[in-house]
Each structure stands twice: as structure tokens, then as C-alpha cells.
């Protein structure tokens, strides 16, 4: 009886030593699976590297050398990475794929009729995918909160440039609705105006840029990543870092006021 596990990969940050690593397990595999007649060996085993690049450029080989010994992983932006190895005589086989930015064909799949050999060797392959770079931070664990802070500095930015152009100020009596009546523990006027505040700016944000933004912010941590190659390759490494300025320069404004906004209250 054949048995397949399937598992799906993503949330990691491959280096070139992860994605090596992998290919020596699929190599040691290979290599144990002796076949009694040479000359049937090809026919009985095969094993295949194989490296897409960006530039519509494909190699592949039989031999581990193309990861280890070429330079193609330092020189080329790989878009995608197979390997895969099947041996037809004892009924097993093993299939990994990885795409930079990741899609739905990314996964591991393990074969064979020996159900530990199966076990034992999807247990090994997950335990090196897991020792790359865990793909996590804020944004990607909160996303529909860090959705409501773009938002709320996206609708911050769109007002406050209206009424620059129009010159006038803010009027708290423009919203209507009494959010302290509805929760009399926050019966302050100074919590009411900027309950107000940040309910408009949602409301600005969502109706203008904010989808967009944060989608495409959102694009700058993919689900998968392989941080090896050119580095002016790298476009999500270094728009990251240009990220942080611009997070800077549209939040910031908005905590300085709030802080503004918040002395000017307790203490004039």
C-alpha cells in the first residue's frame, strides 16, 4: 500500500545554505537506495535539480553540484527551486518546490510503500525547512491591525493636506455623534474628540489609499523569501528599509500631534 504526505510551505526565509541542506537529504536518500544492476540504474532511480531564474533562464542537472559548486544561486535571482527523486524499484519518491514570493505548488511531497521510510523522511525534510528564518513580525501576525493604523494615518495625512489647502482647522462639532453617551466612562470630551478623530481617518483612509497601500506593504514580506543572490535583487529587502522612512514620516506626525493635542489639553 502506497502512502503520500503533502504538506504546503510557507512563512520562511530560505538562504542558499537552507535550500543546500535540503538538496543533501534528497542526495542521501539517492545515495542509499543502492540498485543491484548498474546498468538498470538509471532507468530504476532518478534524482533532478532544478533552478528557474527571473530572467526566463532554467538549469538542471542530476548532480548536487548545480547548488553546491556553481555559482548560479549567487549570481542569478531565482525565481523557483525543484528537486526530486524517484526510484521506481522500491516504490518511493520525494518532491520539493519553493518559489520566491511563494504559490500554491509550493510543497512537499513524500511517497512510498515503506510507511516509515515515509515518516521518517517527511519528518526529516520538514525539520530542515523549519530551521530557516521563521517568516513573522507585526504586520503579519495583526494584519487587519496594522490595516486599521494605515487607515487611520492614511485619512490623518488626506485631512490634514484638505485643510491645509482650504486653510482652516479641525471642528470637533463636525462629527455629531456623542461616543461618550454611549460609553459614559469615557465621558472626557478630550477621549470623545479623538475617539471622533480616529473613526473619520478610518473612514477617510478606507475610502481613498489605504487598501491599496497596505497590499502592497503587505507584499514587501512574501510568504516565501530566498535571501541569496544579487543584492539589488533583493527589491523586498530594500524597500523594506525604505519603508521604515516613509513609516516615519506619515506616522510620525500623527503621534506628535496626538502628544501635541494631549498637553495643550491638561495643561492650557
Request: aromatic fraction near 14%; include cysteine.
Amino acid at each position: 500500500m502506497k502512502e503520500t504526505i503533502r504538506k504546503k510551505i510557507d512563512g520562511r526565509v530560505f538562504k542558499k545554505n537552507d535550500i543546500i541542506k535540503l538538496a543533501e537529504l534528497v542526495e542521501r536518500n539517492y545515495s542509499n537506495d543502492d540498485v543491484d544492476d548498474i546498468s538498470t540504474d538509471h532507468i530504476a532511480r532518478q534524482i533532478n535539480y532544478r533552478i528557474n531564474c527571473t530572467d526566463n533562464t532554467t538549469y538542471e542537472s542530476g548532480s548536487i553540484a548545480l547548488l553546491k559548486d556553481e555559482d548560479i544561486l549567487d549570481i542569478k535571482k531565482t525565481k523557483s527551486i525543484e528537486f526530486s527523486y524517484s526510484n521506481y524499484k522500491l516504490q518511493k519518491s520525494i518532491k520539493l518546490q519553493l518559489s520566491h514570493s511563494g504559490n500554491e505548488y509550493d510543497n512537499c511531497i513524500i511517497s512510498g510503500d515503506d510507511r516509515n521510510w515515509v515518516n521518517g523522511t517527511f519528518s526529516e525534510i520538514i525539520e530542515k525547512i523549519n530551521s530557516a528564518e521563521p517568516r513573522d513580525n507585526f504586520i503579519i501576525r495583526h494584519p487587519w491591525l496594522f490595516y486599521i493604523i494605515i487607515a487611520i494615518s492614511v485619512g490623518f495625512t488626506v485631512v490634514k493636506s484638505i485643510l491645509f489647502i482650504l486653510g482652516t482647522t479641525y471642528d470637533k462639532a463636525i462629527f455629531g455623534v456623542n461616543f461618550s453617551a454611549l460609553w459614559p466612562n469615557l465621558s472626557s470630551s478630550f477621549i470623545n474628540y479623538y475617539i471622533h478623530l480616529c473613526i473619520t481617518y478610518f473612514i477617510v483612509g478606507t475610502l481613498t489609499f489605504a487598501l491599496p497601500i497596505s497590499r502592497q506593504i503587505l507584499k514587501l514580506w512574501p510568504l516565501i523569501e530566498f535571501d541569496f543572490g544579487p543584492e539589488h535583487s533583493k527589491l523586498e529587502k530594500k524597500r523594506r528599509k525604505k519603508l521604515s522612512f516613509w513609516f516615519l514620516l506619515i506616522i510620525g506626525p500623527l503621534i506628535v500631534s496626538v502628544i501635541y493635542d494631549i498637553i495643550k489639553s491638561l495643561f492650557f
